[in-house]
């Protein structure tokens, strides 16, 4: 199955402990070559934390929601990306 060109298209990456888990696991697999690209790129205190290969905006390490991205499944629908604060986190929470 080698000789295969593979992109993977991300939201948010973090810690990239998942990505790292996926590239990882993608490897078996002997593909020609993997790219990474993200919308979004935390920046961490983790001086090691993965970077892809292209991504559009680095953002502080804050939990962002809209855009399709959700907290317990609301805010999916915002057409922008804000920080969900405290406050929203416990109205939200299940």
């Known amino acids: 199955m080698g000789c295969q060109n ?7 990456i973090g810690t990239g402990r ?3 888990a996926l ?9 020609k070559m993997v790219k990474v690209a993200s919308l979004l790129l935390k920046r961490t205190s983790q001086p090691d934390g993965y970077r892809p ?3 559009g905006f680095e953002i502080p390490n804050l ?3 809209g855009y399709a991205l959700d907290y317990n499944e609301h805010f999916r ?4 990306i804000c920080v969900i604060n405290n406050h929203g986190k416990a109205k939200y929470r299940v």
Do not use: A, G, S, W
């Not at 593979?6 to 948010?12: A, C, F, G, K, M």
């Not at 629908?77 to 922008?80: G, K, Q």
């Open 6 to 12: 593979v992109l993977i298209v991300e939201d948010i």
């Open 18 to 20: 998942t990505m790292r």
């Open 23 to 31: 590239l990882n696991n993608i490897e078996k697999y002997k593909p």
């Open 53 to 55: 290969d292209y991504y």
């Open 63 to 65: 939990f962002v929601v």
């Open 77 to 80: 629908d915002l057409n922008h």
